[in-house]
């Protein structure tokens, strides 16, 4: 059974650039949620994915979008980086109806 | 802005000794679940917890959860170095959505 699987793993923007994280979810989970880890925080929640479409989101702003394919992996899309996206991403899997999260080890983002 | 405030945000302790974590809201959830995050990592599930007054133990690990699931505790019995790391509470409702709490950053000193 593997795990959630995020890439890249590092990554290095220029303001106002675009970006794409991809996670992959653990096998068996259709649920797919995204978290940004600024340093020092906990996670804030950011939206989940759920029949490849948005079941929830948090206080982001619409440059902030994902997708879900049908085999459940997920793409975070953001647009017009700024200084302060700098964060951990981090993306966690689920099985709909059941409280258990997997998360991956995340993609550190750096927007300069 | 975190729904749910961790105290205290430091802790460095000598190992053997005991410590309580805090995780407070004003908001009731319909679980809780505590994690331990190492860096560069994602955090790990240590234990969910759904009722109201649910105790649950985990080898040296206590939690509790709040009567009024609003709340809850951490505590960690003779802290060894791997208890090292943040210590993260997450309040979750319908549909597997959680909400992060601040951290409580943890070091055991041989």
């Known amino acids: 059974e593997t795990g959630v699987t995020q890439s890249p793993t590092h990554l290095i923007k220029t303001r106002g650039q675009q970006v794409t994280l991809r996670c992959s979810s653990q096998s068996g989970h259709n649920t797919v949620s995204w978290y940004q880890q600024a340093l020092g925080q906990g996670p804030q929640f950011i939206f989940q994915y759920y029949r490849e479409e948005e079941n929830g989101r948090g206080n982001f702003p619409p440059r902030f979008s994902g997708l879900q394919f049908p085999n459940y992996s997920s793409e975070l899309n953001v647009n017009a980086l700024e200084l302060d996206d700098s964060a951990l991403y981090l993306c966690?899997?689920?099985?709909?109806?059941?409280?258990?999260?997997?998360f991956g080890s995340g993609t550190r983002l750096t927007v300069v | 802005t975190q729904l749910l405030e961790q105290s205290p945000q430091f802790l460095s302790i000598q190992e053997g000794e005991n410590l309580t974590v805090y995780c407070n809201s004003s908001s009731v959830f319909s679980s809780l679940q505590w994690y331990r995050q190492e860096p560069g990592e994602g955090p790990v599930l240590l234990v969910t917890v759904v009722t109201g007054g649910e105790v649950k133990k985990l080898k040296r690990l206590t939690f509790q959860f709040g009567d009024a699931r609003k709340d809850s505790s951490l505590h960690i019995t003779a802290a060894q170095p791997g208890d090292t790391g943040l210590y993260l509470c997450a309040g979750g409702y319908t549909g597997n959505q959680f909400y992060f709490g601040t951290g409580t950053s943890l070091t055991v000193i041989p």
């Open positions: 966690a899997s689920s099985l709909a109806g059941t409280v258990l999260s997997t």
